[in-house]
């Protein structure tokens, strides 16, 4: 079988994880990771800081740590790494029977290296970061899209000048950083900037962003713009239709190990679609996120409000997501189950001149899940998760999903925001049901071995809305980073 094939080439070409930038060597315990996030290190890679290892002794420990610390002159030193991903995604019914290619298995494989130059370890230094992307899809039907293969290009490519502390962005240090250039943005949960890392291409933005640490607090202030990918070797370009500028500051809470996020985004699209019009889009967001955790308990929601124009209509838009959750650690399994409940607005009157329809401008790429045919517009949505440790290098997750429609006059969106199903003169709110099942094998500390099985059953809307057919999806990753 195709599938087949496809995960035989996935799990023989090596690619999943690494220790923590400053744990000791060695395996950590199993632990489930979302679909979006990578199972060790950092996505984004330019937050990992290796100067624990300028002293030559420490850098025996595991046989990465020469590639974390190249020490150049005195004050001079380079840091290297690479992921290599090969996915597997096999698909049946796809968009309940109404993708243009419903039925499809494909194979992801992408490979993403990157230098770190850090000049001046004292109060001032300088830096740069270059991630170049090799991204390629086999057999996506009917073609491939900029999500799926990029060719060869530059992912990130930036340069630091810092006064302060050399880990300026934490909440620990006081500095101030000015970084110019192409990069991946990773804010909060991911909500409404993320880094798409699911997918094959990630997401980046070509702009300024100025990271600013005092007396406990982060402060970003942004003025980018998205990077459009092509499918062809060296055709990514900034975005001429949509810009994003703001602010987001993240400071301690009440009790240890909370936190608290504030924010302001001011989002434009000259050529925004919603509800059939095509116009001019100038969307504010303001946001706050309160999140941490304390014995076994943890939390993070989160509540934004929007508003702004869109072609001659004012905006009026918001969510409210809650994630609450519990440890077991003595229990057999140590499982953590978590609820998740977010309500996200749609239009509830079209034509009466204000958009209530939410924009979630760029958000994680995977957002409820593996399998994500529907996406965090005009939507209800509960989500029971827990996951559970097999062995210290295996783990597990059981999740179910329930989504419904906000408002019944607007319709349902994919993640990016594109309308997948017009509401017609459909009545129903319910959309369908989703059961997923996941297992990763932290083979050792660099490489990480999963799969996914997910089922979405159709609603009363999907069924008055056009095919309605249950979608199953099939997913194999090796993931190799260091």
């Excluded at 309940?96 to 499809?104: E, H, I, K, L, R």
């Excluded at 390629?136 to 073609?143: D, I, K, N």
């Excluded at 060719?151 to 630091?160: I, S, Y």
């Excluded at 050529?271 to 019009?277: E, S």
Aim: positive net charge; aromatic residues 10%; charged residues 15%.
């Amino acid at each position: 079988m195709r599938s087949l094939a496809l995960l035989a080439v996935c799990v023989a070409v090596p690619a999943a994880a690494q220790t923590e930038p400053q744990a000791e060597p060695g395996a950590a315990p199993a632990t489930a990771t979302e679909a979006w996030q990578a199972p060790t290190l950092t996505i984004t890679r330019y937050d990992e800081h290796w100067t624990q290892l300028a002293d030559p002794a420490q850098r025996d420990a595991h046989w990465t740590d020469p590639f974390k610390y190249i020490p150049l002159q005195s004050d001079a030193y380079l840091t290297t790494g690479i992921e290599l991903r090969a996915r597997s995604e096999n698909y049946r019914h796809n968009l309940w029977g109404s993708a243009p290619a419903p039925n499809d298995s494909y194979l992801w494989l992408r490979a993403m290296p990157y230098a770190d130059l850090h000049i001046g370890t004292g109060a001032i230094g300088v830096r740069g970061f270059v991630q170049p992307i090799v991204a390629y899809a086999v057999g996506v039907a009917p073609a491939a899209g900029p999500v799926d293969q990029t060719g060869v290009d530059l992912l990130q490519g930036f340069v630091d000048v810092r006064i302060g502390a050399a880990d300026t962005g934490s909440t620990t240090s006081a500095g101030a950083t000015l970084r110019v250039g192409r990069q991946m943005l990773s804010l909060g949960s991911e909500r409404l900037v993320g880094t798409r890392y699911g997918p094959n291409v990630p997401l980046a933005f070509d702009g300024v962003r100025a990271l600013l640490s005092l007396r406990g607090a982060a402060i970003t202030v942004l003025a980018v713009h998205p990077v459009q990918s092509g499918t062809r070797s060296f055709d990514n370009t900034r975005s001429r239709t949509r810009s994003l500028r703001g602010a987001y500051m993240t400071v301690p809470a009440i009790g240890a190990g909370s936190g608290l996020d504030l924010y302001y985004l001011d989002y434009r699209n000259t050529a925004a679609t919603f509800g059939g019009l095509t116009g001019r889009e100038v969307r504010r967001s303001v946001g706050a996120r309160v999140f941490g955790h304390a014995a076994n308990w943890h939390w993070n929601v989160e509540g934004i409000v929007q508003f702004g124009r869109f072609a001659g209509q004012r905006i009026g838009a918001w969510t409210l997501g809650t994630e609450i959750g519990r440890a077991f650690p003595k229990a057999p399994l140590a499982p953590d189950a978590v609820l998740r409940i977010n309500v996200v607005s749609g239009d509830t009157r079209p034509g009466d001149g204000r958009l209530g329809t939410f924009n979630a401008l760029f958000p994680k790429g995977k957002y409820f899940g593996e399998l994500s045919p529907v996406g965090p517009t005009n939507i209800i949505n509960v989500n029971p998760r827990v996951a559970m440790a097999l062995s210290p290098k295996v783990s597990a997750s059981l999740a179910g999903m329930a989504y419904w429609r906000y408002a019944r006059s607007d319709g349902v969106y994919d993640i990016p925001g594109n309308l997948i199903r017009a509401p017609g003169t459909a009545t129903a709110r319910f959309i369908g049901k989703e059961a997923e099942a996941t297992l990763a094998w932290q083979t050792m500390p660099e490489l990480e071995l999963s799969t996914s099985f997910s089922v979405f059953a159709p609603g009363g809307f999907i069924r008055q809305t056009g095919p309605a057919k249950t979608i199953t999806m099939l997913g194999f990753e090796s993931n190799f980073r260091f």
